[in-house]
């Protein structure tokens, strides 16, 4: 009897210790992270900027708040832009918009960070307005990364009008000369949006205007005639690609 009261008396003893020890380590934590917050501070921005885009691999936001710090210098956009992706990656959509709204600085970056976490959250049509209203701005042009985004939200909504209109201005936009080399990515993207809205002899058009076309390319057209019951012409493409 006098062993079994001696175990649990241990027994609590050591559940006390653990618990104290889990403060002390809470507040070590807590002393550390004002410690490196200081210490980035003293650094500068661009040393932060640096440093955030990783924590979206830990899918831990409080990671990315440590970090920053009270309160978020958004002056500078990189840090901004940098925010966006990792609020958005960890699945936060609503702090990758806010931070967009705080920034007081935006570029392109930003705008494409903003479109691209409305797409990973499964949101074309909010995508699309973003880009409308950053058209509308007029001081920020988009590049080959905000027509690729806009092309996939139009080719998840089975939108071809818009789609049409984002490859009008891609080509009056970003390629005046004639002879300038088509971006693949944007190519990929505008087959695969063809291909989807059933319009398969752009989708080809478009694939033959690839210089080299990769898997994807391939894939999108492939993927187009079998979707659409055109058995034969997907064979011939899969042949192909050998």
């Not at 001696?6 to 653990?18: D, E, G, M, Q, Y």
């Not at 990189?78 to 920034?103: H, W």
């Not at 307005?129 to 089975?158: W, Y």
């Not at 949006?193 to 080809?204: F, G, N, P």
Request: with cysteine; net charge positive; glycine share 4%.
């Amino acid at each position: 009897m006098k062993l079994l009261l001696l175990r649990i008396t241990n027994a609590k003893s050591s559940s006390v210790s653990r618990k104290d020890t889990s403060k002390e380590d809470q507040v070590k934590d807590k002393h550390l992270r004002v410690q490196r917050w200081k210490q980035l501070s003293g650094e500068g921005m661009s040393r932060r900027s640096s440093i955030i885009p990783g924590h979206h691999l830990l899918k831990k936001r409080h990671i990315g708040d440590d970090v920053v710090g009270p309160p978020l210098n958004t002056r500078d956009p990189c840090v901004g832009n940098n925010l966006i992706t990792m609020y958005s990656r960890s699945g936060s959509l609503s702090r990758a918009l806010q931070t967009f709204e705080d920034m007081l600085v935006q570029d392109v970056v930003s705008w494409n960070a903003l479109i691209t976490a409305y797409l990973r959250h499964a949101r074309p049509h909010e995508a699309i307005n973003a880009f409308q209203h950053m058209i509308c701005e007029g001081c920020i042009h988009p590049d080959h990364v905000t027509f690729v985004c806009i092309l996939k939200s139009c080719s998840t909504l089975r939108q071809i009008s818009k789609g049409r209109d984002t490859h009008s201005m891609y080509l009056l936009t970003l390629m005046p000369c004639p002879t300038e080399r088509w971006n693949i990515h944007f190519c990929n993207a505008l087959v695969d949006m063809y291909a989807k809205s059933s319009q398969l002899y752009e989708a080809q058009d478009m694939f033959s205007r690839i210089p080299s076309p990769d898997p994807i390319s391939w894939n999108s057209l492939i993927h187009g005639y079998s979707e659409h019951l055109y058995a034969e012409e997907a064979l011939q493409c899969f042949f192909q690609m050998q």
